[in-house]
Nanobody, 124 residues
């Protein structure tokens, strides 16, 4: 089982930037970021294929967030710019350890390993 550990969360003001990182203990296929705010369901944020050639973003973050990965370091990143208070949530990274070709990049079912999450709080 691949272990995932996120870092980089914190308290920022609206309009600020933050970069999240997720270290994986082994090789993975696609990877993604999801977030969950209190009282809300987990929602897709961004995903990237193994080689980085394919990415997908939630409409709400397009143009502000950038997902990237460094396979040599087994690390996933999420650069978040122009953060909004409503984006306060626990951000978790997810990894596709067993290849699931039939699932799209934003599908929860595609991912079988999850990190504990890192809190991002955006104050107004």
């Amino acid at each position: 089982q691949v272990q995932l550990v996120e870092s980089g969360g914190g308290l920022v003001q609206a309009g600020d930037s933050l970069r999240l990182s997720c270290g994986a203990s082994g090789r993975t296929f696609s990877m993604a970021w999801f977030r969950q705010a209190p009282g809300k369901e987990r929602e897709f944020v961004a995903a990237i294929s193994w080689g980085g050639h394919s990415t997908d973003y939630a409409d709400s973050v397009k143009g502000r967030f950038t997902i990237a990965r460094d396979n040599a370091k087994n690390t996933l990143y999420l650069q978040m710019n122009s953060l909004k208070p409503e984006e306060t949530a626990v951000y978790s990274c997810a990894a596709e350890v067993v290849f699931r070709k039939d699932q799209g990049l934003r599908a929860l079912r595609k991912y079988d390993s999850w990190g504990q999450g890192t809190q991002v709080t955006v104050s107004s």
